[in-house]
């Protein structure tokens, strides 16, 4: 009778399945095409060498030690900084006008484009400051760019620890730091370090920010401390694949299967840390 | 009539959740080494009240408070009390069990160690786990999650926890409620090993309850004490029209 | 011992924590100051009028043109094509995984796209340009290297896990009555979707449209390697573009003296570029919190 109505429900259900399965032809696709194309060029030595120009010649080694040094220096710097904020927000701020702007603030901050950090960064850390294209003058201005999803994040998780916990160490007489920093902080951990993690896998992957403030492409030595120049992962492969050489462009996916990996190990150890303390929720 | 010394003793005191009255005027006296038990029906006040005696009101936004509450004969609002300190003598167990996302060991020391205990620490766990008779189901376990023992396990933990900081009074919030029968029953026995020691004020639903386990019992209905007296006097002989219609379950 | 001191360490851990809620404060108040002075003497030196509605934005070679319309249209078009691509599949995907998944299903598919969302934006950059033009190039041969075309896909693919993952959110937010509403009165699960769980969710997917427009405006690496490099006042996707990110790329990647009109020319376009970003995510992230409210009461 209704056969219409059963036909276009098919139609409509296969419809939505043939949809997701191409988001995951896409993801497909794109990981296999940079493992296709990268893989040949990707060596060990690959991983020593210094840039060059000559694709054959050219490596990732300095790529490599700013990705980390900068990865450092950021986690050093924002992870203080954010889940202090959310300590705050979360267990000191009464819900009244000023706290509820600085929330908005936060959630406006995590919106900002990547560039227009950059942009700060460049006039702020590298002219005002006078920090020039330092380790320092990229980390800070990625601590930036990643302080509110750190910040969300474990506002997140410290908001996930169930209340009882709480009343529990007031009820013991303790004073609100020790209730917080003993009880509260440890419950959360899991939370906040996926946050944490998430946060600095967007610091290691961010271009923009670090071309704006003059993150060279062309670093033929090892970055020794926060005050050197640098070049990282990704700024290294937009180098590369912005140039016309086909040859340069079997590099710059050699240089992503690198930053994939140490992406996917990254998230990796978030996952394991989540599951390894699922218990306790 | 008794004559000893009320270790807590409110007068007058009024207390408001913004503009919606909770507690009207309730004067009463609680005196040491007793179980005192607060009945009346649900919103009648009672956990309102307890939560007063160690100032766990105090995070509640909006709340109002007034009339005098004395804690061995210290007027427990005045502006250079501390709650903290308050808390340290006044300790408290909640509905459900809430021990810390911690060890059992761990869940016994943290109070002390933040105020500063000088003693053995190991000793101090032992004799507040005897106590609150759960020593012999986790001594071999000590550093085990407290999350793995039963409801009624760890809600025993949490009276540990609250011995080990050698209170004076111990308020119980319902301890019971989220129990099974048999938890029940030996929470309640061990309530009546602690009252040689402790003062207890329970909060209980349950009027079996406070008939079994209290010495003294306090019926509060929407706000205002009704009745107050010895336990078995007010069971059995109540004065007041309302309490008798309570307790033998015309409402409630 | 810090516990021996509790009370003092107890006010300065919040005067400490204080503090640091301050780096925040400072980082909005410098965005908006810094952009604000520099775009102010960009405009002592251009007038608004010219840099809003000229059409010809050539800021780097004698004679100079600041109409910065080229690059708005360069970034519509990788907005619109984006939401274009990414709106029905995005959906689709809510919906199969709201509605009709089975669990397991469910709890693989939405952590493999996820990986999508992790993806940095340089790695979609070369995606296009070497996977997506080509393709596009075969298809269209009349395509230029650089496009409009691929970059908008490109952008779609990174704001697919955003938009899915929000209608999703939306579709299982719903209150489970209103879906049983729909199949006690005989509908087929293509009409509880169409005519009660959309319409119910709409509040809710408009704003993660809008969200999604705002993360596609500030896309910079992938649309700068895809969609070129020459502000073009077109509407042919098979042309090259700039967007007003990649023309900031362009400008920090030359030699441009600090101070000089060029160098003042980024962060005018930066300031508009914030200023429509920070609109959208305001009116975006109110009616996420609106419609909740509403969904939950």
Same mark, same amino acid.
């Given at each position: ?66 990705? *980390? =040094?900068?990865?450092? &220096? @950021?986690?050093?710097?924002? #992870?203080?900084?954010? %889940?202090?904020? +959310? ?25 900002i484009p990547s560039i227009v950090y950059g942009l700060l960064g460049l006039t ?10 330092? *380790? =320092?003058?990229?980390? &800070? @201005?990625?601590?930036?760019? #990643?302080?509110?999803? %750190?910040?969300? +994040? ?53 271009s923009a920010p670090?071309i704006m403030i003059g993150?060279?492409?062309?670093? +033929? ?17 937009f180098n590369?694949a912005s140039r016309p ?37 | ?252 | ?30 965005v908006v100051?810094i952009l604000g002075t520099e775009a102010y003497h960009f405009f002592s030196l251009v007038p608004i009028t010219e840099f809003l509605f000229g059409t010809h934005w050539e800021p780097l070679i004698e004679p100079r043109s600041f109409g910065v319309l080229p690059l708005v249209c360069g970034t519509g078009m990788i907005v619109l094509g984006s939401i274009a ?36 934006t340089v790695?979609y950059g070369?995606?296009a340009l070497?996977?997506?033009t080509?393709?596009l ?5 009349e395509t230029e290297i650089f496009n409009a075309a691929s970059g908008a896909i490109v952008v779609g ?56 427009v705002s993360r596609a405006i500030g896309e910079t690496m992938a649309v700068t390697l895809a969609a070129g490099a020459s502000p073009n006042l077109t509407a042919n996707p098979f042309e090259s573009i700039q967007t007003m990110t990649a023309y900031i790329v362009q400008v920090s990647l030359g030699d441009t003296p600090v101070g000089g009109v060029e160098y003042l020319t980024c962060f005018a376009v930066a300031g508009l570029l914030f200023t429509i970003t920070f609109i959208m ?17």
């Amino acid at each position: 009778m209704n056969t219409w109505r059963y036909r276009r429900q098919a139609l409509f259900l296969w419809m939505c399945r043939a949809l997701t399965l191409l988001a995951l032809i896409i993801l497909g696709s794109l990981i296999l095409h940079i493992a296709k194309e990268g893989v040949s060029t990707l060596s060990l030595d690959f991983l020593h060498r210094f840039p060059s120009r000559f694709p054959h010649k050219a490596g990732l080694k300095s790529a490599l030690y700013g990705t *980390l =040094w900068i990865m450092c &220096l @950021t986690a050093l710097i924002a #992870v203080p900084f954010g %889940i202090a904020t +959310a300590i705050y927000l979360e267990e000191y701020s009464t819900k009244n006008r000023f706290s509820r702007w600085i929330q908005i603030n936060i959630t406006n901050l995590a919106g900002i484009p990547s560039i227009v950090y950059g942009l700060l960064g460049l006039t702020v850390f590298v002219r005002y400051l006078n920090m020039g294209q330092s *380790l =320092w003058a990229g980390a &800070l @201005t990625l601590s930036l760019l #990643v302080l509110p999803i %750190i910040v969300i +994040a474990s506002q997140e998780a410290i908001r996930a620890v169930p209340n009882p916990i709480r009343e529990a160490g007031y009820a013991l007489g303790a004073h609100p730091w020790q209730v917080i920093l003993c009880q509260v902080v440890p419950a959360a951990l899991p939370g906040i370090m996926t946050g944490v993690i998430l946060a600095l896998s967007r610091a290691i992957g961010e271009s923009a920010p670090l071309i704006m403030i003059g993150a060279l492409s062309y670093v +033929a030595f090892v970055p020794e401390g926060p005050g050197d120049a640098f070049t990282v992962l990704p700024v290294q492969i937009f180098n590369w694949a912005s140039r016309p050489q086909v040859s340069f462009h079997a590099i710059a996916a050699s240089g992503i299967i690198v930053l994939l990996c140490v992406l996917f190990t990254m998230n990796l150890i978030a996952v394991l840390i989540r599951h390894k303390f699922q218990r306790y929720k | 009539m008794n004559q000893e010394a009320p270790i807590l003793k409110t007068e007058g005191l009024k207390i408001s959740y913004g503009s919606t009255p909770a507690i009207n005027g309730i004067s009463i006296e609680i005196r040491p080494n007793r179980v005192t038990a607060v009945i009346g029906p649900s919103g009648c006040g009672k956990s309102t009240l307890l939560r007063t005696f160690n100032r766990m009101n105090d995070f509640i936004p909006n709340i109002k408070t007034e009339g005098q509450v004395w804690f061995r004969g210290q007027n427990m609002f005045h502006p250079k009390v501390d709650p903290v300190n308050i808390r340290k003598h006044v300790g408290m167990v909640f509905q459900r069990p809430n021990p810390f996302p911690k060890s059992i060991y761990k869940n016994i020391t943290w109070g002390p160690t933040i105020h500063s205990y000088a003693g053995n620490l190991d000793e101090l766990v032992e004799k507040s786990l005897k106590r609150a008779a759960l020593w012999d189901e986790v001594k071999s376990r000590l550093h085990d999650s407290a999350f793995d023992l039963s409801g009624g396990q760890q809600q025993r933990l949490c009276i540990a926890r609250t011995i080990a900081m050698n209170p004076d009074v111990i308020l119980m919030d319902e301890p019971c409620s989220a129990l099974d029968p048999k938890a029940t029953a030996r929470i309640e026995d061990l309530i009546g090993e602690l009252r040689s020691r402790y003062t207890i004020v329970i909060v209980t639903h349950n009027m079996q309850q406070a008939a079994r386990i209290s010495d003294e019992t306090l019926f509060l209905y929407e706000g205002n004490l009704i009745e107050s007296g010895k336990t078995k006097a007010l069971f059995t002989n109540p004065t007041k029209q309302q309490t008798e219609d309570y307790i033998t379950g015309r409402f409630g | 011992m810090l516990h021996k001191h509790a009370k003092f360490v107890d006010v300065s851990f919040k005067g400490l924590l204080w503090l640091c809620i301050g780096a925040t404060l400072t980082t909005t108040t410098l965005v908006v100051v810094i952009l604000g002075t520099e775009a102010y003497h960009f405009f002592s030196l251009v007038p608004i009028t010219e840099f809003l509605f000229g059409t010809h934005w050539e800021p780097l070679i004698e004679p100079r043109s600041f109409g910065v319309l080229p690059l708005v249209c360069g970034t519509g078009m990788i907005v619109l094509g984006s939401i274009a691509f990414a709106l029905p599949i995005g959906l689709g995907i809510a919906t199969y995984l709201s509605e009709f998944a089975p669990n397991w299903v469910r709890s693989t598919i939405k952590p493999t796209l996820e990986i999508l969302a992790g993806i940095p934006t340089v790695v979609y950059g070369y995606f296009a340009l070497t996977f997506i033009t080509p393709i596009l190039r075969s298809l269209f041969p009349e395509t230029e290297i650089f496009n409009a075309a691929s970059g908008a896909i490109v952008v779609g693919i990174m704001i697919l896990p955003m938009i899915s993952s929000l209608c999703d959110d939306a579709f299982r937010g719903l209150p489970s009555s209103l879906r049983e509403g729909g199949y006690a009165l005989g509908a087929t699960p293509y009409e509880v979707v169409t005519r009660v769980v959309l319409p119910a969710a709409g509040g809710r997917i408009g704003a993660a449209v809008i969200l999604a427009v705002s993360r596609a405006i500030g896309e910079t690496m992938a649309v700068t390697l895809a969609a070129g490099a020459s502000p073009n006042l077109t509407a042919n996707p098979f042309e090259s573009i700039q967007t007003m990110t990649a023309y900031i790329v362009q400008v920090s990647l030359g030699d441009t003296p600090v101070g000089g009109v060029e160098y003042l020319t980024c962060f005018a376009v930066a300031g508009l570029l914030f200023t429509i970003t920070f609109i959208m995510n305001v009116i975006g992230s109110q009616l996420l919190l609106k419609t909740q409210w509403q969904s939950r009461s």
